[in-house]
């Protein structure tokens, strides 16, 4: 007896040398240069030609390279070159083949040529669609059924290999947009601008038919007019007419090259079921590659030995050097050797380990707040004692970003651009109080919209003239919003006067998709439920996992619809097209979805996509924002302020609400973060010895008593 006492003893105490029991990382971490953080939900697509997901462009990002980036520190945004020599040189010419001065007027300009010079000596991340033979052939490029049975995981395929980018793979890349076994959103919007895609598209669907199921469509042997190789590192592409906005195309992940042969590679029989693809296995020149993609646990980055190198900034803004943004200038990237994504599917839990160290940055949710930011007397957020204590820092921003309801305006009830419908959806949209919401859910962080273009964006207007008059007005000079009556004369006048159809007297019974699921969405659930009521129209709601809910909006089978949008560039085009007609979701896989289609908003948006930004292209913006506000096909919601949190072992970083590919800036102090982890999670011992030593005073009276009884029976 005294020798199992003895063992629990010396196991606790054991515990007290590795100060931490409740690290959720393998041994082998502590002090690693390693960043955590998490994921919701498995990204559905990692393939650059699809992925047009936040939670997507946050991993593939960090792997592929377009020919362009943001300026890290820099403000307004400029772009540079990432793997080019320089910036691209861009020709005008007009319908004779002639070449026109850049301040040619826009509509004299038949086509823009770009050309893009990439830097020679930049490798891909090691990968067996590269690997060679003695022969100098592709070693696993037709592989066999009996090959692929011994074949599950890639640790399976024992030789990579590598090779130089070129500039056939940034082409191949952009025939990629129009292969009908991609299914590209941005399709539609590319095919008005490059230069034969339209036709090429519908030219590799006929191609594409020939072939038997999942076979792989040779796009090396279809010429692109608009993209082409004009030496190694050399290419080029035609635009029609003149699309300003094309350079900021280039520095995002549809842009980024694709080898032919890993895409070949991946279509070969029996390697989609084994989910060897690029939405699972993405390849490219980054400085990280995905090492592993289990979507049930952990998604993780590692340095990509191949990266060719890039050096932090040497130049900023003003008071950027203060801020400590300067002191790693001109020191090689990344610095961060692992990205650890950990799936955390609710905010509490993950709430709970950042405060513990074991997550190193966090957003602030509704549940935080309180305990996280206080606001001061001149009504300034700043950190709690508590978090001042931990050595965190706050970091706020205000996002390139809208949230908002959407209409489907395909369907029978709320959509269209009748009168009736047009009504119904006002009415609605005054009835849904996002000030409210703003303020229960956002903790205040939000900005009420009055359009669709956010704060920081040419064509906002944030003075007291730029407010939305079918939902807000004027009174004693201060914009408020309209009252509940003018909701429900407009809903009367639609035809459901108290809510319920004026011909039948049926309740209206309206239909809410999200993909907001779990205990922390309901609150916000049931409060949505009673926006509605006020108009007394019944509300149901229909919750599904984030990618149910984009196949059920690409099938346009959404009624009413919750969605955001993040700032692909610091354009306003990038929002406007959010409503034009031939970038819709049904049917062109674009990214309206609320498929709104007015000609007059479209033909506006055809004038204005071409324009820089001049008087001329604001009076249009007016223009198109003035018919979306009566066409209501969104309830405009919010324009989000960023708030999070970072550990005192992250090093400072400057907000970029534009950029996606900032991984190689972070830095942090292993060492601290270990030391401080140790500290807030040392175990607390002494409850545990002091029940213990309980339980052996307890017990001491009977085991005597045993052994007092074995003694006599012995004798």
Known sequence: MNRIWLFVILVLLSGCDQHVWNDPYPARERGANIMYSSFEERPKHLDPAQSYSSNETEIISQIYEPPLQYHYLKRPYILIPQTLTAMPDVTYLDAAGHVLPHDAAPGSIAQSMYE?????????????AFARDMHEQLRYAHLSADDLAHIRDWQDFKQLGTRELTASDYVYQIKRLASPQVNSPI????????????????????QARLLPDNAYLDLTRYPLAGAEVVDRYTYRIKLNGKYPQFLYWLAMPFFAPIPPEVDRFYHQPGMAERNFTLDWHPVGTGPYQLAVNNPNRQMILTRNPRFHGETYPSTGEPGDAAAGLLQDAGKPLPFIDKMVFSLEKESI????????????LSGISSDSFDQAVQ??????????????????????AVTASNRYMGFNMQDSVVGGLSERAR????????????????????NGRGIPAQGPIPPGIFGYDGSAAGFNPVVYHLVNGRVERRPISDAQQLLAEAGYPDGRDARTGAPLVLYFDTAATGPDAKSRLDWMVKQFAKLNIQLVVRSTDYNRFQDKMRRGNAQIFEWG?????????????????PNRKVGQNGENAANYQNPQFDALFDQMKYLDNTPERLAIIK???IIVRDDSPWIFGFFPKAFSLRQAWVAPAKPNVIANNTLK???IDPALRQQLRDRWNRPVLWPLLAVLGLVMVLLLPAVRAWRKRERSVAK
């Open 116 to 128: 893009l010079h990439i830097r020679p000596g930049i490798y891909y991340q090691p990968h067996p």
């Open 187 to 206: 399709l539609g919007l590319m095919a008005d601008y490059i230069v034969g895609l339209k036709d090429y598209s519908d030219m590799l669907a006929v």
């Open 349 to 360: 839990p993950y709430w709970n380990k950042f405060l513990q160290g074991y997550y190193d």
């Open 375 to 396: 606001i001061n007397a001149q009504g300034e957020p700043q950190l709690t004692d508590a978090m001042r204590q931990q050595g965190m820092a706050l970091v706020t």
């Open 423 to 442: 009504k119904l959806r006002q009415a609605i949209s005054i009835a849904v109080d996002y000030e409210e919401f703003i303020s229960i859910f956002a």
């Open 565 to 581: 949008w993040n700032a692909d560039y610091p354009d306003p085009e990038n929002f406007l097209f959010l409503l034009y007609g």
């Open 623 to 625: 223009q198109m924002v």
């Open 665 to 667: 800036y972070r830095k």
